[in-house]
């Protein structure tokens, strides 16, 4: 059975820091590019980082480049995404999500193109 598992959301003021893990089982995590969500109440789902199934390539939109860094380790079958200066308007329910991908290299950034998602995790940001 396929599990997604997000932690490390909460509260924090605007400009500080929050780290996301994503946890899975059930699928061969080495073999899928996984991505990073987020969705504010009245909003479309959004893309915000992607990494490679060798964790060497990243992908990010510009609304958080610069701030936001994804990374992944294989051998705990988890992704990390780490928020710097955070803003309020990026308060949402952030999800992590997996896509099986022959290519070690490709990152992926359209949410239809991911298969296995996670409950999502709340991130507050208070300005």
């Known amino acids: 059975q396929v599990h997604l598992v997000e932690s490390g959301g909460g509260l924090v003021q605007a400009g500080g820091s929050l780290s996301l893990s994503c946890v899975v089982s059930g699928f061969t995590f080495s073999y899928y590019t996984m991505g990073w969500f987020r969705q504010a109440p009245g909003k479309e789902r959004e893309f915000v980082a992607a990494?490679?199934?060798?964790?060497?390539?990243?992908y990010y939109p510009d609304s958080v480049k610069g701030r936001f860094t994804v990374s992944r380790d294989n051998a705990k079958n988890t992704v990390f995404l780490q928020m710097n200066n955070l803003k309020s308007e990026e308060s949402a329910v952030y999800y992590c999500?997996?896509?099986?991908?022959?290519?070690?290299?490709?990152?992926?950034?359209?949410?239809?193109?991911?298969?296995?998602w996670g409950q999502g995790t709340q991130v507050t940001v208070s300005s």
């Open positions: 990494v490679s199934r060798s964790g060497s390539r990243t």
């Open positions: 999500a997996a896509a099986f991908k022959i290519d070690a290299n490709e990152v992926l950034t359209s949410i239809g193109g991911y298969t296995y």
